[in-house]
């Protein structure tokens, strides 16, 4: 329930400092954090143009994305309270529930008829196949160093030993970040300010969306990057008491925008053709965390 | 009991003398209703197994055969269910799809004859443990599902998969002769119980052997890889109801096999779950990478069996390291897996096909690159199509999830509990297992949306009739059963509680305490599906209230200033994938031939792609070509003269007569000269 509430209050203000941070590097003044969830309630009171070549899909499909993420952040704890619903294997069905959310967006953007939208759809089904793996194997590696199965249990019992550990902590933390640019389209791999179909991934396919439903794609898009901070967190957390554990909590969250707007600032968007290899790095650098943790176990014969 | 199985074969044997006497009209309605008759039978004789005790009875049978058994466990249970379940659903399809071709009445006789004969050899095969006898209804199975294949026999492509289905399911078949002729040498009975007392007498090795040789058998039947040729043939040949049957228990019939003989052997199932581990990984991932390149509907369905077959795999060789290493929990969660996944994928796809057997009667083209918008004009069988490739690409809150589910758990609990080896083992197959779902999701996102989103790519949709209420009628018990497992997979798995105790209680191991954990855990999931179709429900409600007072307009499509028809500036199945075909180029084979625009006022330009399998194309094509090659030297033998053929009619009799004669000359000259 803490997790719940943080990540949600967390999601207010989290673009708005990685468009701050952006503006202030750039040598601007920037508007204020709240801009965005501003400029999301003022799309949530507009009208709606749909397309005459849309069907029922593309209206069901913001709201069957949204509800997605927000299921899956049920199941992310806070150190050492659980989320809302915690049980075995739950950070499986995390990964399901976003890949249902996601399949959702594809079929909306293909359900315009437009190659835009096909463009960035076929884009994001590939980048998130490709990513998926790294996910797999961080949590698969926690799991074997734990022994234990599940977001809260994994996250509660996890303290930081020796050195390799941490450099494991720090490892984990570099495939998250990348995981959450990659998820919510943000730059190495995607530009989300330009409006050029060949950089897009993300934006091209919602390009038709208005009104309430682009509120809801803005405003989960908010939402996921919270939550990714959220699992970032919970690296450094451990088993802290409350009054420990919320400051961390924002200060990891705050840290995080911040080395999004960093990144978005003084990085270039890379060629498109090139993504897939660099996704596929984020997969081999997992699978060092997994050797880390053997390592650290003993367990090479 | 006894009777019980007597009157459901006898049905079926009815039912095929009454059917060419018939109307046509009469034929599809009789069929049925002895469909529903014999699956009412079966399933009271499993709900009686699942409540009491296993039946076990035996009959004379003859010299040849000794005695026959007849032994219904929780297993063969399990599977008669699956199998009933979807034969009943195919019938009712079937029933609506075979309208069309009501002008060919003999055909249609044949055609449900062999149908009632599959269902009927299906279920034999699950409870007969005689194996002379198997092998005969498997025969009989083969047989009569090579007649429902090929029900276009007037197509060539038709008949040429059903020939090519009919020389596989033989090869099976060798495979399964041989190794029943072993245990027979060896023990002196065909009756299954053999194989325990033979194998567990004997070094493991040969058990493992034994084992090997089954699995070639069975693997062939169920389409694992590399035996998997057969399906992306044999599926689009066959009309929609059957291929819905064929992937969605026909196959698996493969599978009953395989777990068969997991039960029945004594032997170490360490080896046997790398193997059948490793295999399977390598089939899903297989099946699903050649299904997103093709472009034929139901091709692209049956490659998702070869995957699914490769998950329910991954579920088997799970439990088999729990065996060999005796882990309950590794049984408990592998073999449950296994068993769920296959009620599973039988449901899901055979909705699957069905739905694109509707697409199929209302377009007459399964090229989902000259389909596009059809949700407008069946709007049921896009949910249904919908509901499916949620499910297949294992979602929440639908039935693939939770089997997914479990072997997930399986592969992440052994990671930490076992040797290095293993550990590595554990991580390859869950990055298979995530690499399937990831294509998979490519794979149905393309499949659905191209199909049904959009606009129409080549055919024009003023020809395309409304769909018929009747066309969907099976549907509708199917989508529950995907829900309910979803939901409420406890129920579920308290049912398949027993089963699975079958595989431990054959080590001596009680699972009872893992089991009520695992469900307990699965129940959670249930849970947690049933708050997120909540909850999703309610947000769609939320932004109905809100966006209701709200303007709404219809425009265009935004087109970046372009406001034309962008029917043909639409993303193609092919274009939506380039990027994933491009990549994986390596493990693929694909013929393309393109014609590039060329000049100020550049013609008309085309590009084409042939999928084809690697595998197909070196293990079964290259093999065959060098033996033709090689008889081809032989040609000069038939030469089409009368005359030179009664020659070699000489020729071979003089042989078979002189060939003893010089031999026993011969014989007698070396005794002559061993005198001298």
């Known amino acids: ?301 | 009991m006894k009777t019980l199985i007597e009157l459901f074969n006898l049905t079926a044997i009815a039912t095929i003398v009454a059917l060419p006497f018939l109307k046509v009209k009469g034929k599809g309605i009789v069929t049925l209703i002895a469909i529903c008759l014999q699956v009412a039978l079966v399933s009271i004789i499993s709900i009686k197994v699942f409540s009491g005790t296993p039946i076990d009875y035996s009959y004379l049978g003859s010299y040849i055969t000794g005695a026959i058994p007849v032994r219904v466990d929780y297993l063969s249970s399990w599977f008669i269910l699956t199998i009933s379940f979807t034969f009943l659903t195919g019938a009712v399809y079937g029933l609506h799809y075979m309208k069309r071709y009501i002008d060919q009445s003999a055909n249609i006789s044949l055609h449900a004859s062999a149908y009632i004969l599959t269902f009927t050899s299906l279920i034999n095969l699950c409870i007969v443990q005689n194996g002379l006898v198997f092998l005969v209804i498997w025969e009989i199975m083969a047989l009569s599902s090579f007649i429902i294949i090929i029900f276009e026999h007037y197509k060539k492509e038709t008949l040429k998969a059903g020939i090519n289905f009919l020389i596989q399911s033989h090869v099976s078949i060798l495979f399964l002769t041989l190794a029943f002729m072993w245990v027979k040498i060896k023990t002196g009975t065909f009756d299954f119980s053999g194989i325990t007392t033979y194998t567990s007498t004997e070094p493991a090795l040969i058990g493992v052997g034994l084992f090997i040789l089954f699995f070639l058998g069975f693997a062939i039947k169920a389409g694992f890889v590399p035996f998997h040729t057969w399906l992306p043939l044999a599926h689009p040949a066959a009309p929609a109801h059957i291929s819905g049957v064929m992937s969605g228990v026909i196959i698996k019939i493969g599978i009953f096999g395989i777990l068969r003989v997991l039960l029945l052997l004594k032997t170490n199932f360490v080896p046997i779950g790398y193997f059948i581990l490793i295999l399977s990984v390598i089939t899903g991932v297989y099946g699903v990478m050649l299904a997103i390149i093709q472009h034929n509907l139901k091709k692209l369905l049956a490659y998702h069996s070869i995957e699914n077959i490769g998950i329910i795999g991954i579920g088997i060789g799970l439990g088999c390291l729990g065996l060999g290493y005796n882990n309950q929990l590794l049984i408990v969660l592998g073999f449950s897996g296994a068993l769920l996944h296959t009620l599973n994928h039988s449901l899901f796809k055979s909705l699957l096909f069905y739905s694109s057997g509707n697409v199929y009667q209302l377009t007459h083209t399964l090229d989902i690159e000259s389909l596009g918008g059809l949700i407008k004009k069946m709007p049921k069988t896009a949910i249904f199509f919908l509901i499916g490739s949620l499910a297949i690409c294992g979602l929440p809150p639908f039935n693939g999830f939770i089997s997914e589910f479990l072997i997930y758990l399986g592969l992440f609990k052994s990671l930490s509990s076992v040797d290095f080896s293993l550990t590595v083992l554990m991580m390859f197959a869950i990055l298979g297992l995530v690499l399937i779902g990831g294509l998979a999701l490519i794979c149905f996102t393309k499949a659905f949306s191209i199909v049904f989103l959009g606009e129409s790519r080549h055919i024009s949709m003023d020809k395309v009739e409304n769909e018929k209420p009747a066309s969907t009628l099976s549907f509708y018990a199917i989508v529950m059963l995907i829900m309910a497992i979803g939901v409420v997979p406890m129920l579920f798995l308290k049912v398949l509680a027993l089963p699975v105790g079958q595989f431990a209680a054959n080590i001596s191991i009680d699972t009872a305490f893992e089991y009520s954990e695992i469900a307990s855990t699965a129940s959670m999931v249930g849970i947690y599906s049933a708050v997120f179709i909540l909850l999703v429900v309610f947000v769609f409600l939320i932004r109905k209230m809100v966006t209701k007072n709200r303007p709404v307009s219809i425009a265009n499509t935004w087109g970046c200033g372009y406001n034309g028809s962008s029917k043909k500036m639409q993303y193609t199945a092919s274009s939506f994938i380039r990027t994933y075909r491009k990549l994986a180029s390596s493990f693929l084979d694909i013929d393309k031939h393109k014609k590039e625009a060329k000049g100020i006022f550049p013609k008309v330009v085309h590009q084409e792609t042939h999928p084809y399998d690697k595998i197909e194309r070196w293990l079964i094509d290259k093999p065959i070509y060098n033996l033709r090659q090689l008889l081809s030297r032989f040609t000069f033998l038939q030469n089409g003269n009368v005359q030179s053929y009664i020659l070699y009619g000489f020729i071979f009799i003089a042989l078979v007569i002189l060939v003893p004669e010089i031999i026993e000359k011969i014989k007698f000259l070396i005794n002559f000269l061993n005198q001298l």
């Open chain 1, 1 to 301: 329930m803490v997790s719940l509430v943080l990540i949600l209050v967390a999601s207010l203000f989290f673009t708005g400092i990685v468009i701050r941070t952006k503006s202030l590097a750039s040598g601007r003044k920037g508007s204020g954090i709240f801009q965005p969830m501003k400029d999301i309630f003022k799309q949530f009171r507009k009208g709606s143009v749909y397309s005459s070549t849309t069907s029922f899909i593309f209206q069901i499909a913001p709201s069957f994305y949204f509800a997605s993420v927000l299921m899956a952040i049920l199941a992310i704890p806070l150190g050492k309270y659980p989320g809302l619903i915690s049980f075995q294997g739950d950070f499986v069905l995390f990964a399901y529930l976003l890949a249902f959310g996601k399949f959702f967006m594809i079929i909306s953007a293909l359900d315009t008829g437009s190659s835009f939208e096909g463009m960035g759809a076929s884009r994001e089904s590939l980048f998130s196949m490709l990513v998926e793996p790294a996910f797999f194997i961080v949590m698969g590696s926690f799991a074997l160093l734990t022994g234990e199965t599940s977001f809260h249990e994994i996250f509660s019992t996890l303290h930081y030993g020796s050195n390799i550990s941490y450099l494991l902590g720090g490892l984990a933390t570099f495939v998250f970040i990348m995981i959450a640019m990659i998820e919510n389209s943000r730059m190495p791999i995607d530009d989300p300010k330009t409006h050029l179909e060949l950089t897009m991934v993300h934006e091209a396919m919602i390009l038709d969306n208005s009104g309430f439903d682009l509120g809801l794609i803005l405003h989960t898009t908010n939402m996921k990057f919270a939550m990714y901070g959220a699992i970032i967190s919970n690296f450094f957390i451990g088993d802290l008491a409350s009054m420990y554990t919320i400051p961390i909590f924002f200060a990891v969250q705050i840290g995080f925008a911040i080395t999004v707007g960093l990144i978005e600032s003084f990085m270039a968007c890379f060629r498109m053709g090139h993504n897939p290899q660099f996704i596929f790095i984020l997969t081999s650098v997992s699978l060092l965390i997994f050797f880390g943790v053997l390592l650290l176990l003993e367990r090479f014969v």
